[in-house]
């Protein structure tokens, strides 16, 4: 007999979003169903237009749904005030956006920080574990400075550190190395894989790059506002270097609504 399987930590079920331009009605997302397990690190994949951002944004329940639903964990978005779905993302989603979204007048701290703060946490914030994950992200010694003295890829990793100070069950990462030259970009996949197997977290990524969508265990296709096509990662397999952060591994937070 084969085990049961555990309940979709995101769930997806006929989402459909319609933009009005005017008269013309325009579908970005149409009808898209999946599951995640928790755990699970999938990559959606699709040119620009296809409805991959869109997807990203009713998936973070940033933006609501012209038909069907999103499930995070069992608790339909649907279903919640506007309050209580912001206290959803705080407690369970990291995002990680490729325009970094930093606050110019923060310090790369002092962004970390405030992100924990607005999290509702009661417990005070673990600083050891602020720097584990600043030296994991090679950004230690760049802490007291602003976004705007910082390059690209340390901006994108302060991100990071800032979607991952939480412990969040999930990340949603929107194309987290579009701005990115090689070098950086492979940081970048590296973390959010180290995040996924070693903390246990679940990872979606939206990229329009095959070869980052890769490291994936679960790579879906979108065109035109549908997932198209679904195939497992030519790299999911990637062996991670021996320092990781098994030790930072805690309990997840308990979804809050």
């Given at each position: 007999m084969q085990p049961?399987?555990?309940?979709?930590?995101?769930?997806?079920?006929?989402?459909?979003?319609?933009?009005?331009?005017?008269?013309?009605?325009?579908?970005?997302?149409?009808?898209?169903?999946?599951?995640?397990?928790?755990?699970?690190?999938?990559?959606?994949?699709?040119?620009?237009?296809?409805?991959?951002?869109?997807?990203?944004?009713?998936?973070?329940?940033?933006?609501?749904?012209?038909?069907?639903?999103?499930?995070?964990?069992?608790?339909?978005?649907?279903?919640?005030?506007?309050?209580?779905?912001?206290?959803?993302?705080?407690?369970?989603?990291?995002?990680?956006?490729?325009?970094?979204?930093?606050?110019?007048?923060?310090?790369?701290?002092?962004?970390?920080e405030i992100a924990y703060d607005v999290s509702g946490r009661k417990e005070p914030l673990d600083r050891v574990y602020l720097e584990q994950l600043s030296d994991l992200l090679a950004i230690q010694g760049r802490l007291i400075h602003r976004p705007s003295e910082l390059s690209g890829g340390e901006q994108q990793r302060v991100a990071i550190a800032r979607a991952l100070i939480t412990r969040p069950a999930i990340v949603l990462a929107d194309e987290p190395t579009g701005n990115l030259d090689t070098k950086n970009s492979d940081a970048v996949l590296n973390m959010l894989l180290k995040s996924n197997r070693e903390l246990g977290q679940t990872t979606l990524m939206i990229t329009h790059n095959p070869e980052a969508a890769s490291i994936a265990s679960r790579i879906l296709y979108m065109r035109d506002g549908e997932i198209v096509r679904e195939e497992r990662g030519s790299r999911c397999d990637l062996p991670l270097p021996a320092a990781g952060i098994a030790q930072l591994s805690t309990p997840l937070a308990p979804i809050v609504v």
């Amino acid at each position: 007999m084969q085990p049961e399987q555990s309940s979709p930590i995101i769930l997806a079920e006929n989402l459909t979003k319609v933009y009005a331009a005017g008269r013309i009605q325009v579908a970005a997302v149409r009808g898209v169903s999946f599951a995640i397990q928790p755990g699970e690190f999938v990559a959606i994949v699709g040119p620009s237009g296809s409805g991959k951002s869109t997807l990203f944004y009713l998936l973070g329940g940033l933006t609501q749904a012209t038909k069907g639903r999103v499930v995070i964990d069992g608790v339909d978005f649907a279903t919640l005030s506007d309050g209580a779905r912001t206290r959803l993302r705080k407690h369970r989603i990291g995002f990680v956006f490729q325009k970094f979204n930093l606050l110019p007048t923060l310090s790369a701290m002092g962004n970390i920080e405030i992100a924990y703060d607005v999290s509702g946490r009661k417990e005070p914030l673990d600083r050891v574990y602020l720097e584990q994950l600043s030296d994991l992200l090679a950004i230690q010694g760049r802490l007291i400075h602003r976004p705007s003295e910082l390059s690209g890829g340390e901006q994108q990793r302060v991100a990071i550190a800032r979607a991952l100070i939480t412990r969040p069950a999930i990340v949603l990462a929107d194309e987290p190395t579009g701005n990115l030259d090689t070098k950086n970009s492979d940081a970048v996949l590296n973390m959010l894989l180290k995040s996924n197997r070693e903390l246990g977290q679940t990872t979606l990524m939206i990229t329009h790059n095959p070869e980052a969508a890769s490291i994936a265990s679960r790579i879906l296709y979108m065109r035109d506002g549908e997932i198209v096509r679904e195939e497992r990662g030519s790299r999911c397999d990637l062996p991670l270097p021996a320092a990781g952060i098994a030790q930072l591994s805690t309990p997840l937070a308990p979804i809050v609504v």
